[in-house]
């Protein structure tokens, strides 16, 4: 399974990036990919837009992107005010 660590403020700036990586590894065939948000101060709705594309695209292919949640308050205020919720996320251990 592939995983890719993000940590502190994600800005606009960091979802190309990210989204860059993630179209790599979700453009596979049963593609597994863990993004690990644990250390996630803040995110910009941009970031979870590219997670949700991402989920989509992966789970088109036959696999699927989760998440290891961040810890921090802000982070899941961004969520939540996006109209993700915890629910729709996958929670996987650390």
Known sequence: MDR??????????HSFELAAQLDELTS???????VDLSDVDDLHPAIVSVL???R?????????VLLILPAAPMA???????GLGMADLARVPA
Do not use: F, N
Not at 4 to 13: D, F, W
Not at 28 to 34: E, N
Not at 56 to 64: P, T
Not at 76 to 82: C, E, K, P, Q
């Open 76 to 82: 899941h205020r961004t969520l939540d005010h996006v």
């Open 28 to 34: 596979a065939l049963r593609p597994s990919v863990t």
């Open 52 to 54: 949700v594309r991402s």
């Open 4 to 13: 890719i660590t993000l940590s502190g403020q994600l800005t606009p700036t």
């Open 56 to 64: 989509r695209q992966a789970r088109r292919q036959g696999g699927d």
